[in-house]
């Protein structure tokens, strides 16, 4: 059973394919094509039948908490700049 790959994105596939092949030589290439074809197969393999609900949910919860390091680390920047200027 053959997997179908829309034309542009085959297209797109092989021109990036191509650019590897020439910076980096063949056995970068060829590790790339293999991680390629492993995903493909993967993704076959589940059907693309993803819980979104589940996914979404996670990833929710986890922008919170981003969010809270990233204010955590902001106030931590800005008292010590206050103490260096002094």
């Known amino acids: 059973m ?14 990036q394919i191509g650019k ?3 910076k980096h030589g063949p ?8 991680g390629l074809v492993t995903t493909i197969i993967a993704d ?5 039948k993803k819980d ?3 996914k ?4 929710k919860a986890s ?3 981003s969010k809270k390091a990233k204010t955590t680390k902001a106030k ?8 260096k200027a002094k």
């Open 2 to 15: 053959a997997t179908k790959i829309k034309p542009k994105t085959k297209k797109k596939i092989t021109k």
């Open 20 to 22: 590897v092949l020439k």
């Open 27 to 34: 056995k970068v290439a060829l590790g790339l094509v293999t």
């Open 44 to 48: 076959k393999a589940t059907d693309g």
């Open 52 to 54: 979104k609900t589940k």
């Open 56 to 59: 979404s949910a996670g990833k």
């Open 63 to 65: 922008d919170k908490t």
């Open 76 to 83: 931590a920047g800005a008292k010590s700049t206050k103490k």
